[in-house]
């Protein structure tokens, strides 16, 4: 939103300073008196879109030009007009913008005429300049041609910012009820259960059964404290408890993390660090162990029995960033699939919200790093983090 805002603020701005800078030097007609272009198109709309500071940087820079053009009675009568007639469409601009299409173009018509008429007026009574009625005739007739035209297509492009602005809108809502899904369905899962198991506590039954309810209602409910944390990251984005992290000792401690799971599941890690390995990165330890543990859960889960997971820590001198890839030999993704991870409520299992990658996806960002994937279907997929460097060991040293 903030983006098409600013967007929006550039265009209002820079199009008619632009276009009045480029009518002004590249005139239709140079008479002996007169300068004959249609400054006054973006001139007036300029004032009547962009407001009172636009239209008065529009009056500098019209004076300006005409004085380096050369001609004084022309550059005196634009010192009466532009100035007048600026800071009168200034104070209309806030009604203006709140008219129908067709009456902007009538406004614009009006305009044009009084401009005409001031300008004639003026170069006849007080300059005594006479120019045949004819040309003034050609001359205001190209200008309310061009300035209809002007307003349509204005008008069209900025009906195309506002459908931008709603549909970020819609897109935005979209996705926070999209979370409030996944979330309500995860979290009330594990509740339900806890519940049911509680309810159970209360009948007569042996010490070990109970045991046994309590033990199956306090694993739902970490279940659903996890789901919770994971929302919780990913809109906390921003790292609270910067500290300087060696990139090989984190990844060796989310490896000794998941290896139960791997075990479980009969996969081989195999790890590669660099051999001077001493790399330090900038974040929160315990949000960059929760990314790289996602990522190898995921990849682990998507491997049948007897499969292997490597992970390689890179370094290309003289870059200053780290690459972190973690590949498996699972069912890997389409093109599709890819293109969708890190959004909310996708997720490529049979049971889950999503909150994992999308949590990673965040995380990494706010570490002004970067995640790139590639897959093949049926093949395995291949996750690389990419991380600017903070210092390594010999600076270290040096402190």
Known sequence: ????????????????????VLCMLFPVVIEE????????????????????????????????????????????????????????????????????VFKKNIVGILLIFIVQILTQFIATQIFGINIGISLWKQY??????????????????????????????????????HLAASISHEVRNPLTVTRGYIQMLQEEVSSQTKVKYANIALRELDRATEVINDYLTFAATTPENKEHLRVSDEIQHAVNIIKPLANMNGIDIKLSLLEDDAYYIIGERK?????LFNILKNGIESMQVNGELYIHLIHHAPT??????????????TKEQISRLGEPYFTTKEKGTGLGMMVSYSIIKSMNGTISVSSVKGKGTCFCIKLPIHRNESDRLKN
């Open 140 to 177: 205001f007739i190209i200008q309310v041609v061009g300035i209809v035209i002007v307003i349509i297509l204005w008008e069209a492009i900025l009906a195309n910012f506002q459908i931008l602005e709603k549909l970020a809108k819609a897109e935005k809502l979209q996705i926070v009820s």
């Open 33 to 100: 008196h007169f300068v004959w272009d249609l400054r006054w198109i973006p001139f007036l709309l300029g004032g009547l879109y962009g407001g009172y500071r636009l239209s008065f940087l529009l009056i500098a820079i019209t004076l300006i030009i005409r004085y380096l053009s050369g001609g004084e009675n022309g550059f005196y009568i634009s010192c009466i007009t532009f100035p007048l007639i600026g800071i009168s469409i200034s104070f209309l601009s806030k009604y203006y913008l709140q008219m129908s």
């Open 1 to 20: 939103m903030y983006r098409l805002d600013a967007l929006k603020g550039w265009f209002l701005a820079i199009f008619p300073i632009l276009s009045l």
């Open 287 to 291: 949000k960059f162990q929760q990314c």
């Open 320 to 333: 200053t960033t780290l690459q972190i890839k973690i590949q498996d030999k699972g069912v890997g993704m």
